[in-house]
T-cell receptor
Framework: EAQVTQNPRYLITVTGKKLTVTCSQNMNHEYMSWYRQDPGLGLRQIYYSMNVEVTDKGDVPEGYKVSRKEKRNFPLILESPSPNQTSLYFC??????????????FGPGTRLTVT | KQEVTQIPAALSVPEGENLVLNCSFTDSAIYNLQWFRQDPGKGLTSLLLIQSSQREQTSGRLNASLDKSSGRSTLYIAASQPGDSATYLCAVYGGATNKLIFGTGTLLAVQP
């Protein structure tokens, strides 16, 4: 089954404790992206990757890191989480970026709480 | 800067009614527009994708139209059912930004 998976689905952590949220897709997609969703602010892009070893900042990259060493995986790293990073996080993938003839496929989301 | 607006923010209708959700965007230089459904606390399910060269797309009881020149899209839901209750999001993709820009959604409640 074609899908985007994220782990963990739920996470409660404390300020400053490094964490990684994994994202994997099995569709051989080139483009992958991370979004966060907050009440009243909607979905905002954190980082994106147009292919292996190619990543760039989105609208709200502060406090996050990403890497793209393999085509299928795009982990989101919070080196020192803070309470303002409490949010619902989504990973998404698309066959390619660019002319946009393809839609984006979203993972199920990771609900992160930082205390 | 692209801005996407959805009206109404919330809508409650009785079962069986046909309804229209509206999405407007400020920059017509888009490559595609995508409608999503989101159930509470859940992920996004893609409903319809309209490429910039298309005028509409249909899937079952759903029909989405796109008027790029006026910066508008509508999602038409025929014969609504309680199972259609969810938040509906539209998002536009402009290749230069390599991201989807989302509206804030319409919360739909279909009453049995």
């Amino acid at each position: 089954e074609a899908q985007v998976t994220q782990n963990p689905r739920y996470l409660i952590t404390v300020t400053g404790k490094k964490l990684t949220v994994t994202c994997s897709q099995n569709m051989n997609h080139e483009y992958m992206s991370w979004y966060r969703q907050d009440p009243g602010l909607g979905l905002r892009q954190i980082y994106y990757s147009m292919n292996v070893e190619v990543t760039d900042k989105g609208d709200v990259p502060e406090g996050y890191k990403v890497s793209r060493k393999e085509k299928r995986n795009f982990p989101l790293i919070l080196e020192s989480p803070s309470p303002n990073q409490t949010s619902l996080y989504f990973c998404a993938s698309s066959p390619k970026s660019g002319t946009g003839g393809w839609g984006q496929y979203f993972g199920p989301g990771t609900r992160l709480t930082v205390t | 800067k692209q801005e996407v607006t959805q009206i109404p923010a919330a809508l409650s209708v009785p079962e069986g009614e046909n309804l229209v959700l509206n999405c407007s965007f400020t920059d017509s230089a888009i490559y595609n527009l995508q409608w999503f459904r989101q159930d509470p606390g859940k992920g996004l399910t893609s409903l319809l994708l309209i490429q910039s060269s298309q005028r509409e797309q249909t899937s079952g009881r759903l029909n989405a139209s796109l008027d790029k020149s006026s910066g508008r899209s509508t999602l038409y839901i025929a014969a609504s059912q309680p199972g259609d209750s969810a938040t509906y999001l539209c998002a536009v993709y402009g290749g230069a930004t390599n991201k989807l820009i989302f509206g804030t959604g319409t919360l739909l409640a279909v009453q049995p």
